[in-house]
């Protein structure tokens, strides 16, 4: 049986070592969402962290990039979304 891959980031390129979308392509934030199911707040501190990680490494090949909706609009919006049901 193969070895499965994770949806995890190579960095510095911050694309999935899996697929080869952006990180988090859609499988790791279905992934985060899971393992943070509990605790939006720390899911939002983590995405926060690797955003910065990501930021300084990408700088260095593309300096406009707003890298926000990336790591945080997708959880930030179901966040708010889950708190108005």
Excluded at 34 to 51: K, M, N
Excluded at 60 to 74: A, H
């Amino acid at each position: 049986m193969p070895r499965l891959t994770p949806h995890e980031a190579m960095r510095p390129l911050w694309r999935c070592r899996n697929c080869g979308a952006e990180w988090p392509c859609q499988p790791a934030k279905l992934s985060l969402l899971v393992e943070y199911r509990g605790d939006r707040t720390a899911l939002l501190i983590y995405l926060a962290s690797l955003l910065e990680d990501a930021r300084a490494q990408l700088a260095q090949l593309s300096p406009e990039q707003d890298l926000r909706e990336r790591f945080l609009s997708w959880a930030s919006a179901r966040s708010t979304a889950e708190g108005a049901g």
